[in-house]
């Protein structure tokens, strides 16, 4: 199956990498020359700017954007909007908020384009272990690109099938999901990410903790020289905290114990707020959440090993780099 890719950064780049992988075409368009001709020397078919893109692509034409959420992306889809015709189908597979979503997925219903938002998570290991994706939108479109989707997830792997749920009818084993309307995709995914914050955050305290344990304040006959990369590597066996977010500290305090190339500067990409804003709409508390995500605005003034962790995680999982103080 073809489909066009503009953003051809971490993840972008991975995604096409993965369908060619697979069988499938990719077009391809970022503005960083350099990113289009590494991806056309692995097999995709490059584009100089997005007329030529779009005249590479085959009716219906499916184009995925994988920009930073903001005016890039939005920018980006209103030219698509302009250059496409009904039936063909505009992703966005990046962190926008659902309600833009909402907003695009009308004005472009206006002119028959279908619209299809991703909620993407893997990070970049996603070439290797898949993406998991949360998607809404236009249910056709959901079901015209499902061989993409399918390509692009994990698969059922080796994860044991949970009791109960004999008798779905459901792709969420594979590791992607149609959740409904616009937006819903990226509202999933919000709050996906909100409770990512919350994870990390109760990870990097009880890190902190058992690092302090070995202070002078501490009584000797209760002081202990704990050794964290091994305790992350030995909760990683049998324990109930057990989790990816776990294996990714272990490999970070496997490489640097004191995390030495961390500040503790942590930066949040938008998910965790507009998670807490839905909240507050609710009238649901989420006193874990909102504490995650306000620990990472201190960090930006006093940073503690905790935060420290915070950024090894942020790294493994996404290959972010820490922000530099302005």
């Known amino acids: ?57 085959t009716s219906p034409k499916a184009v995925w954007v994988m920009l930073p959420a903001g005016p890039i992306t939005e920018s980006t889809i209103a030219t698509l909007g302009e250059m496409m015709s009904a039936g063909d189908i505009i992703i966005d597979g990046g962190n926008s908020n659902f309600q833009d979503d909402v907003r695009r997925a009308k004005t472009l219903a206006e002119k028959g384009i279908r619209y299809i ?17 949360m998607i809404g939108g236009d249910k056709t479109a959901f079901d015209h690109l499902d061989p993409i989707f399918k390509t692009l997830a994990p698969g059922v792997g080796s994860i044991d099938k949970t009791p109960g749920r004999e008798g779905r009818q459901s792709t969420a084993e594979e590791g992607y999901l149609y959740t409904g309307p616009a937006g819903s995709g990226h509202f999933v995914k919000m709050v996906h990410n909100g ?16 690092k302090g344990v070995n202070q002078e304040v501490i009584p000797a006959e209760r002081r202990y020289d704990l050794d964290l990369a091994d305790i992350t590597e030995l909760w990683r066996r049998g324990s109930v905290v057990s ?25 949040d990409s938008g998910e965790g707020r507009w998670t807490i804003q839905a909240a507050i709409e609710e009238a649901v508390p989420a ?36 922000s530099k103080k302005s």
Not at 308 to 322: D, I
Request: charged fraction near 20%; include cysteine; charge should be negative.
């Open 1 to 57: 199956m073809q489909l066009g890719m503009i953003g051809l950064g971490r993840m972008g780049g991975n995604i096409v990498r993965r369908l060619m992988n697979n069988g499938h075409s990719c077009v391809v368009f970022d503005a960083q020359p350099a990113s289009v001709n590494q991806l056309a020397s692995e097999g995709a078919i490059p584009s100089q700017d997005l007329h030529e893109f779009m005249d590479q692509l």
């Open 117 to 133: 938002d991703v909620g993407t998570s893997g990070g970049v290991w996603g070439l290797e272990r898949g993406y998991c994706m």
């Open 195 to 210: 409770i990512e914050y919350g994870l990390m955050q109760a990870y990097a305290e009880g890190l902190d903790i058992l």
């Open 243 to 267: 989790s990816w977010l776990l294996d990714l500290s272990a490999i970070s305090l496997a490489e640097d114990p004191e995390l030495k190339a961390f500040s503790g500067r942590v930066d």
């Open 287 to 322: 006193d874990v959440l909102t504490a995650a995500l306000f620990t990472r605005f201190r960090s930006r003034q006093d940073h503690t090993f905790a935060e420290k962790v915070l950024s090894a995680m942020r790294k493994q999982f996404g290959g972010h780099q820490e």
